[in-house]
T-cell receptor
Framework: GNSVTQMEGPVTLSEEAFLTINCTYT??????LFWYVQYPGEGLQLLLK?????DKGSNKGFEATYRKETTSFHLEKGSVQVSDSAVYFC???????????FGKGTMLLVSP | GAVVSQHPSWVICKSGTSVKIECRSL??????MFWYRQFPKQSLMLMAT?????????EQGVEKDKFLINHASLTLSTLTVTSAHPEDSSFYIC???????????FGSGTRLTVV
C-alpha cells in the first residue's frame, strides 16, 4: 500500500539555522508529493508540491526535491524564522487515487 | 486562490446531542470533499470521502451512523456527529478538491468538545 514516513519531532532550532525534515514514501506508480504546514489551531496549508521525479517544489524559502531513486522528498530551508514554528506534514497522492496519504507530522520549534 | 470555509471553528456540546459541521468551497466547485479527524499531536485520520449527490465512502472503523455526511451541492458538505460522547472530542478538518484546478484545499478545522 501507500505510506509516508517522516522524521519524528519535535525539531528544535535556533533562528537562522538550517532545517531538514526527512520524508520517504512507498507508493505504486508515480505519486505526486506534497508538504503541508499546520499552525496551532488551524487547518493545513499547502507549502509546496512536486508531481514528477526530479521536480523541485519551493515556496517561502522552503524547498523539496522529488527523488525517485531514494523515494524521498525531504523538506529544507536555509534559514528558519520563529514564525516557521508549526507542524509539517509530508503527503502523497498515488496515481489513480483521490485521497492523500499523510505522514505523522513533524513539529518544528524555532527559538529566537 | 481556492478557499474552503469550515464552520464552526469550535463548538462545545453536551453528551447525547448532535453537532453539525459545515465545509464550504467559496470560489470553486468540489465534487469530492474529505473529512479528517486529528487527535492531539497526531496525524490526520481520513474518516470519509464525500461525493456530491451520492453516499459517502467511509474508512474502515468509522461508524457511518454516528458520523453522518451529506454532500448535497458542489460547494457544501456537512458532517453531523450524532449522539456525541466525550470520546468524540477532537479536531475535525475538511478538504475539497477543486474540480477545475485539481488542487486540494483544507478548511481551518473545527475543535469539538463534548462535555
Amino acid at each position: 500500500g501507500n505510506s509516508v514516513t517522516q522524521m519524528e519531532g519535535p525539531v528544535t532550532l535556533s533562528e537562522e539555522a538550517f532545517l531538514t525534515i526527512n520524508c520517504t514514501y512507498t507508493a505504486t506508480g508515480y505519486p505526486s508529493l506534497f508538504w503541508y504546514v499546520q499552525y496551532p489551531g488551524e487547518g493545513l496549508q499547502l507549502l509546496l508540491k512536486a508531481t514528477k521525479a526530479d521536480d523541485k517544489g519551493s515556496n517561502k524559502g522552503f524547498e523539496a526535491t522529488y527523488r525517485k531513486e531514494t523515494t524521498s522528498f525531504h523538506l529544507e530551508k536555509g534559514s528558519v524564522q520563529v514564525s516557521d514554528s508549526a507542524v509539517y506534514f509530508c503527503a502523497l497522492k498515488a496515481a489513480g487515487y483521490s485521497t492523500l496519504t499523510f505522514g505523522k507530522g513533524t513539529m518544528l520549534l524555532v527559538s529566537p | 486562490g481556492a478557499v474552503v470555509s469550515q464552520h464552526p471553528s469550535w463548538v462545545i456540546c453536551k453528551s447525547g446531542t448532535s453537532v453539525k459541521i459545515e465545509c464550504r468551497s467559496l470560489d470553486f466547485q468540489a465534487t469530492t470533499m474529505f473529512w479528517y479527524r486529528q487527535f492531539p499531536k497526531q496525524s490526520l485520520m481520513l474518516m470519509a470521502t464525500s461525493n456530491e449527490g451520492s453516499k459517502a465512502t467511509y474508512e474502515q472503523g468509522v461508524e457511518k451512523d454516528k458520523f453522518l455526511i451529506n454532500h448535497a451541492s458542489l460547494t457544501l458538505s456537512t458532517l453531523t456527529v450524532t449522539s456525541a460522547h466525550p470520546e468524540d472530542s477532537s479536531f475535525y478538518i475538511c478538504s475539497a478538491i477543486d474540480d477545475t484546478a485539481g488542487g486540494y484545499t483544507f478548511g481551518s478545522g473545527t475543535r469539538l468538545t463534548v462535555v
